[in-house]
DNA sequence: CTTTTAAAAGCGACCGGTCGTCTTTTATTC
DNA sequence: GAATAAAAGACGACCGGTCGCTTTTAAAAG
C-alpha cells in the first residue's frame, strides 16, 4: 500500500523531470503532469506540498542516476580517474545524439529559469552541484595523483569549471542541434586544458 | 509620430528583457508586460506578431548593447586583443554584482527553456551567438597575431568554448549568488588556459 | 478653408482554457 | 460509527490571443 504510494510519488517525479526538461518549470502544468501518470489532480498535495517543492524533490531525484554513474566510471580499477571522467561525459553525449539532443540537463535549465527566484529550488540545486562537483574532484584528485592531471589548479576549481563549462555546452548544442559543443568541451577541457 | 510609436516598441522590448531574465519566458505574461510600460492589451499585436515572435525580436535586441560593447573594447587600441576580451569579461562581472545577481544571460535562460521547443526563438539565439563569438574570434586572432594567445586552437573553437564557459558561469552565479564563479572564468580560461 | 467621408490605428472587454491551490465530498479502514 | 485518506471538483487568477467599437487621421468634396 505504502509501497504503491512510493512507487506513484516516483512516477510523477520523473514524469515531471521529463515535461520540465522539455518545457520548463512555468511551461509544465500539475494537471497535465497527472494526467499523464493517471493521478487525479486533487491527490497531488498528498505527495507534494506545492510544485515549488515538488520540483526541488524533482531536481535531487534527477541528479541521483548522474551521482550513481560517475560514481561507477570512478570506481572502475580499470580507469584512471580523467579516464573515468571522460568516458562519463562521452556517454552522456553518446545519449544525447541518440535521443536528438531533447532535454538536455534539468539542472541547467532550471537554475536559468527560477534559480534566481525561488530560495527553496536555488538551495536544491545547490546541493545537488555541489554532490556532483565533489564527485569529480574526486576523480581528478586521483588523476593527479597518478601524474595525468595538471597539480597547479585544485581539484576543486577545476571540477567546477568543468561543471559550469559542460552546462554551457548543453545550452549551445539544444541551440545547434548538435553534439559539437560537447565534443569540444571534451576536446578541449578535458583532453587539453587539465591534462599534463 | 512613427518615432513615438518605435520607442514604445522599444520600450516594450527593453521590459521583456528585463522581465523574461527574472522570470523565463512562460512565467512573463504578455499583459502583465504592458502594464508596466503603459501600452493596452490590445496593442500588443500591432507591435509584434506574437509572443514568440517577440521574444526573438528581444533576443535580438537584448545581443546588441552586448556586441557594441565589446566591439568598444576590441577597438581601443590601448588594449591588445586578450586584454581588451578581459577587460570586457571583468567589466560584465562588476555590473552583476552591483545589480546582486539578478537576471543573468537572457540568451542562457532562453536557450534552456525554449531552445529547444521555438525554432523562431532558437533561430534568433543561433544568429546572436554567432554573432558574438564572431567578434571574440577576432578578438582572439588579434591576441594570437600579437603573440599574446596560443595558435595551437583556432580563434573559432576558442571563441564558442569561452561563450560556453561563460554561460555556465553564469548560471552557477545565479545558484551560488557569488561572483566566483565568473571569476573562475576569467582566472582558469582567460588568464590560463588560452594564454600563451 | 470647411465640411464630409473613408480608412487606419488604438484599445478594452472578452474568448476558451489552464494555472496552482484548496475545500468538500466520498471511500476506506479500524 | 469514528477516523483517516483519496479524489472530485470548484476557486479566483491569469494565460495568449481576438474582436469589434471608438477615436484619430487623412483624403475628397464642396
Same mark, same amino acid.
Given at each position: 500500500?505504502?509501497?504503491?504510494?512510493?512507487?506513484?510519488?516516483?512516477?510523477?517525479?520523473?514524469?515531471?523531470?521529463?515535461?520540465?526538461?522539455?518545457?520548463?518549470?512555468?511551461?509544465?502544468?500539475?494537471?497535465?503532469? *497527472? $494526467?499523464?501518470?493517471?493521478?487525479? &489532480?486533487?491527490? +497531488?498535495? @498528498?505527495?507534494?506540498?506545492?510544485? /515549488? %517543492?515538488?520540483?526541488?524533490?524533482?531536481?535531487?531525484?534527477?541528479?541521483?542516476?548522474?551521482?550513481?554513474?560517475?560514481?561507477?566510471?570512478?570506481?572502475?580499477?580499470? *580507469? $584512471?580517474?580523467?579516464?573515468?571522467? &571522460?568516458?562519463? +561525459?562521452? @556517454?552522456?553525449?553518446?545519449?544525447? /545524439? %541518440?535521443?536528438?539532443?531533447?532535454?538536455?540537463?534539468?539542472?541547467?535549465?532550471?537554475?536559468?529559469?527560477?534559480?534566481?527566484?525561488?530560495?527553496?529550488?536555488?538551495?536544491?540545486?545547490?546541493?545537488?552541484?555541489?554532490?556532483?562537483?565533489?564527485?569529480?574532484?574526486?576523480?581528478?584528485?586521483?588523476?593527479?595523483?597518478?601524474?595525468?592531471?595538471?597539480?597547479?589548479?585544485?581539484?576543486?576549481?577545476?571540477?567546477?569549471?568543468?561543471?559550469?563549462?559542460?552546462?554551457?555546452?548543453?545550452?549551445?548544442?539544444?541551440?545547434?542541434?548538435?553534439?559539437?559543443?560537447?565534443?569540444?568541451?571534451?576536446?578541449?577541457?578535458?583532453?587539453?586544458?587539465?591534462?599534463?
Amino acid at each position: 500500500m505504502a509501497n504503491l504510494k512510493e512507487f506513484k510519488r516516483e512516477q510523477i517525479l520523473n514524469q515531471g523531470i521529463q515535461l520540465m526538461m522539455m518545457h520548463g518549470y512555468h511551461g509544465t502544468g500539475v494537471k497535465l503532469l *497527472l $494526467d499523464t501518470v493517471n493521478v487525479p &489532480k486533487g491527490s +497531488f498535495y @498528498s505527495y507534494f506540498e506545492s510544485k /515549488e %517543492n515538488f520540483t526541488a524533490e524533482a531536481i535531487t531525484h534527477y541528479i541521483e542516476p548522474f551521482i550513481t554513474r560517475l560514481q561507477s566510471y570512478l570506481n572502475n580499477s580499470e *580507469l $584512471d580517474g580523467l579516464a573515468a571522467i &571522460k568516458t562519463y +561525459f562521452e @556517454s552522456l553525449t553518446q545519449e544525447l /545524439e %541518440n535521443s536528438d539532443f531533447k532535454g538536455g540537463c534539468l539542472l541547467g535549465d532550471l537554475m536559468g529559469e527560477i534559480g534566481g527566484v525561488s530560495d527553496v529550488c536555488r538551495q536544491a540545486l545547490k546541493t545537488a552541484i555541489n554532490q556532483y562537483c565533489t564527485l569529480l574532484e574526486q576523480g581528478l584528485l586521483s588523476a593527479q595523483q597518478q601524474g595525468i592531471v595538471r597539480t597547479d589548479i585544485s581539484p576543486a576549481t577545476m571540477a567546477r569549471l568543468l561543471f559550469d563549462a559542460w552546462q554551457g555546452a548543453l545550452l549551445h548544442m539544444k541551440i545547434e542541434q548538435s553534439i559539437i559543443p560537447l565534443q569540444r568541451f571534451t576536446a578541449e577541457l578535458l583532453d587539453n586544458y587539465i591534462t599534463n
